[in-house]
């Protein structure tokens, strides 16, 4: 006999179903528009606070640190308090650490308020799905995912426009500012018309783990590291640099360890037993520090470089996005008939080549000439890539696993992510003050973009080489819909 009640089944089409929809994509589309708007700012982040590149790698890597530390734990405290509580829990830490960001008197509270950002992200990204999937009728299930993401979509697409918006208008703190309202609406909805999961009855497999050392230890490692490559281009090799980085990797070793030996971990080690997971997660840390280190420079060539107001800057990356929302579903149903394998080859070669017509981009720029060709060419290319990503991750799983396996796949993208905007500026050679010189930020600018399009080259490789039709193509995303440039969606997987 379980020892919970069953959740209440809510229809998609009553007043009370609309309301858990406006919610979910409420939440989880805050985490969204934060995690694109605020690149467009950082120029005059910059200015404003008077830092070097250094800062604005950590205004983008605190809340990236904590966001892929804890995001496998957020969904398991859900799992273990119950969902609708985690959730209003963290859209509620998110909007006060939002505030935090928006008065910021200097760089070391901004990057702090980040940091609490991220944890506030990693409660409620998780959590906004779980709601839906806990409180919706069976029927109506499938429905609710494909609106979450859907309308999540348009929130991540049109956020460097609104970034840059924001920024030419009441100041770049209104980018962090903005989710207050939004937090203000959503919490009173989400206390008033989602129903309480009860925890303590029966879980998916994977789920509900409670895995505190794990979620530490990861965060930690990762941070070490970071810290060393963003430290590397002003202290050389040096004890500050060194140090950390040991440390960093020793944790990451201890990570491995803890996980391995716990009963119930929060990353169960096994499911890299199978080769097709494992496969496509590598192709994912490739493919995603590509993207990352892209969309965390090209705002700033630009700016800096080409002189573009933020505004122009936010709306120049739309093709990109909004490509990717228009054409994520017609490209997964395509890759369900072909395979995984040639649209994962594909997909990041043409990113690639988008990225290498980036570094014809300079002083003097033209957008219709000189940017959008790049833009069009890299949103096709992540067009093929993103959905067969995700379908191929959840179809190397068992069907019970199919939820971990997508939010194992995200913390891993947001991971490459945070370790490509540390590590690009070094192997580009960016200096500290690199980017209030245009000359020779365009330089750096163009190294940086082979670097990018040399791990999509290695991504596309390793997917020709590895990724087959999965052997058990039984579970398929629910998420059709999808133009995140951070993380492939998180999706619970339909059978």
């Not at 959590?127 to 109506?140: K, M, N, R, T």
Request: charged share 10%.
């Amino acid at each position: 006999m379980s020892d919970s009640a069953p959740a209440p089944a809510v229809r998609l089409g009553t007043p009370t179903g609309r309301a858990v929809l406006l919610t979910a994509v409420l939440g989880s589309g805050m985490a969204m528009l934060d995690s694109t708007v605020v690149n467009v700012a950082l120029p005059h982040i910059g200015r404003d606070l008077g830092a070097d590149l250094a800062v604005l790698q950590w205004t983008v890597n605190a809340y990236m640190l904590t966001l892929a530390g804890l995001l496998l734990l957020g969904g398991a405290l859900g799992d273990r308090f119950g969902r609708r509580r985690v959730f209003v829990i963290g859209v509620v830490w998110f909007a006060i650490a939002s505030l935090l960001c928006g008065i910021a008197p200097h760089a070391g509270v901004l990057i702090a308020a980040r940091a609490l950002q991220g944890v506030g992200g990693a409660l409620l990204t998780p959590g906004s799905l779980a709601l839906i999937q806990s409180v919706f009728h069976p029927d109506d299930r499938a429905a609710a995912v494909g609106a979450w993401s859907g309308l999540g979509g348009v929130a991540s697409a049109v956020g460097p426009f609104v970034g840059g918006w924001l920024v030419d208008g009441p100041g770049w703190r209104w980018v962090f500012l903005i989710n207050l309202p939004v937090a203000a609406v959503c919490v009173p909805v989400a206390l008033r018309y989602v129903p309480e999961t009860v925890p303590g009855g029966p879980r998916p497999e994977g789920r509900g783990r409670f895995d505190v050392a794990g979620a530490a230890l990861g965060a930690l490692a990762l941070g070490g590291v970071t810290y060393a490559l963003i430290a590397a281009p002003d202290h050389g090799a040096s004890a500050s640099v060194i140090i950390p980085a040991v440390v960093g990797l020793g944790l990451g070793v201890a990570f491995v360890y803890v996980e391995g030996r716990r009963a119930d971990p929060m990353l169960p080690l096994e499911i890299f037993s199978v080769r097709q997971f494992s496969a496509i997660n590598v192709v994912t840390l490739f493919v995603y520090a590509a993207f990352s280190g892209f969309f965390f420079l090209s705002v700033l060539q630009l700016q800096v470089v080409v002189g573009w107001s933020a505004l122009e800057a936010g709306t120049a990356l739309l093709p990109t996005t909004v490509l990717m929302l228009l054409l994520s579903a017609q490209s997964g149903r395509l890759a369900q008939r072909l395979g995984p394998r040639l649209p994962l080859t594909v997909g990041p070669l043409l990113c690639a080549v988008g990225m290498a017509l980036m570094t014809r981009v300079g002083a003097g720029a033209v957008y219709w000439r000189d940017v959008l060709p790049a833009l069009v060419v890299l949103g096709l290319g992540m067009v093929a890539l993103v959905a067969p990503l995700t379908s191929t991750v959840l179809a190397s799983v068992d069907v019970a696993r199919a939820g971990l396996a997508s939010g194992i796949n995200n913390a891993a993208a947001r991971a490459a992510g945070l370790i490509a905007v540390a590590a690009l500026p070094l192997l580009a050679g960016m200096g500290p003050d690199v980017y209030r010189d245009p000359v020779a930020f365009s330089a750096t600018f163009r190294r940086a973009m082979f670097w990018c399009a040399g791990s999509l080259l290695l991504g596309a490789v390793l997917a020709w080489a590895t990724v087959r039709r999965a052997g058990r193509p039984v579970c398929h995303p629910e998420c059709e819909y999808h133009c995140g440039v951070s993380s492939p969606p998180l999706d619970p997987g339909d059978v």
